[in-house]
């Protein structure tokens, strides 16, 4: 089991770019690294999805160093609704050949608060 | 579409009650995974079926609770007999196993109170 450390809480500021670490010491050769976001009282959402290196869509960006043991999600110019808890999840994506559900398994997230 | 559909938001039961969650998924999605969220557990990864079909259970607490998923667009969690320890919010979430992509689309929940 892939397991993964974030940090518990960051604030930064409207306007600033966030960067969000997350390690995983023992990620292994097909697991896959997935951000979510979560705001009170709603489900998580998707972010980003990546293997290695750069992964970029219209709302973040994930860097993947080379040995693959961290990856930082990457919020560009941030505002006040960026506020939520961030989640790191590393995994196979093949569970279904018995790799179990890592992929989809949360661990404590990363609380974000931005300040005006 | 409608995205993942939970039922009830709300659910206020007393201890001993029977309580049955339940779950639309996203039309066409092939896997579906139920969550218990606390504030000091995190979420919780309960069960999750692939084609209807249960594929780890691991996640249950206990026996009290039990989850089917009859056909490919419904899905309960039941928890019989209900403790106050069950207090939590339930997420179910489905997801298109395709490839390599297991983003999961999760419903609003259901906050559940057992007193």
Redesign the interface.
Known sequence: LAKTTQPISMDSYEGQEVNITCSHNNIATND?I?WYQQFP??????II?GYKTKVTNEVASLFIPADRKSSTLSLPRVSLSDTAVY?CLVGD????SGG??D???????THLIIQP | DAG?IQSPRHEVTEMGQEVTLRCKPISGHNSL?W?RQTMMR????LI?F?NNVP??DSGMPEDRFSAKMPNASFSTLKIQPSEPRDSAVY?C?SSQ?SG??????????TRLTVV
């Open positions: 896959y997935t009282s709603q489900g998580p959402r998707f999805q989640y994506l093949y569970m279904y179990g559900a992929g989809l398994t949360f661990g404590k997230g | 993942v995974f969550y995190g979420l919780e990864l999750y692939n594929i780890d997420f979430a196993h390599g992509n297991t983003e999961a689309f999760f419903g609003q929940g």
